[in-house]
């Protein structure tokens, strides 16, 4: 098992350029999330989503957005570029209800905006 | 947003020594958790707490979900090299929708 995987691991953009993160997950999880984490603050949720077709937003969702087409696959945009998306991107997975928490990382996605 | 304090932010320790951290929210929580970041890779689950009062062993590890719900606290007993690393407090409110709000980290490094 592969379990969370993320593409690319590294990416450096222009401002005002768009691109397209990817997460896939083998281990049949219905929840999926993506995180951002900045230094000294902790990871904060960007969106989610419970299940094939769903997102929700999370705690930061502006400038982001994200689509579930596919079980296993969970996909972060940034449309428009600004330097405060530097950062370091994380996908998770879990199963649902209380083992929601329990949740499952990859190893990231480091984000730089010129 | 909700925030929740952890502290100490780092600690440089001796091989062999414990180590204690812990996590407040000004807020309840229902879940505490507990996950373990080492350098260039996400968090990793540690421990998961469920019920007010209740303390969970992992290990060498142990960690406590506060009476107030409103803290939890981290112990690591006699700390080898492989634990340095970030550790991450994370608390939910409810709804198990798997909405984690996680501290800002305790960093630690531990000398031989």
């Known amino acids: 098992n592969a379990g969370v995987t993320q593409t690319p691991k590294f990416r450096v953009l222009k401002t005002g350029q768009s691109m397209t993160l990817l997460c896939a997950q083998d281990?049949?999880?219905?929840?999926m999330y993506w995180y951002r984490q900045d230094p000294g603050m902790g990871l904060r949720l960007i969106h989610y989503s419970v299940g094939e077709g769903t997102t929700a937003k999370g705690e930061v969702p502006d400038g982001y957005n994200v689509s579930r087409l596919k079980k296993q696959n969970f996909l972060l945009g940034l449309e428009s570029a600004a330097p405060s998306q530097t950062s370091v991107y994380f996908c998770a997975s879990s199963y649902t209800g209380r083992s929601s928490y329990e949740q499952y990382f990859g190893p990231g996605t480091r984000l730089t905006v010129t | 947003g909700q925030q929740l304090n952890q502290s100490p932010q780092s600690m440089f320790i001796q091989e062999g020594e414990d180590v204690s951290m812990n996590c407040t929210s000004s807020s309840i929580f229902n879940t505490w958790l507990w996950y373990k970041q080492d350098p260039g890779e996400g968090p990793v689950l540690l421990i998961a707490?469920?019920?007010?009062?209740e303390l969970t062993s992992n290990g060498r590890l142990t960690a406590q979900f506060g009476i107030t719900r409103k803290d939890s606290f981290l112990n690591i007993s006699a700390s080898i090299p492989s634990d340095v690393g970030i550790y991450f407090c994370a608390g939910s409110h409810s709804g198990n929708t798997g909405k984690l709000i996680f501290g800002q980290g305790t960093t630690l490094q531990v000398k031989p």
């Open positions: 281990m049949n999880h219905e929840y």
């Open positions: 707490l469920y019920k007010a009062g």
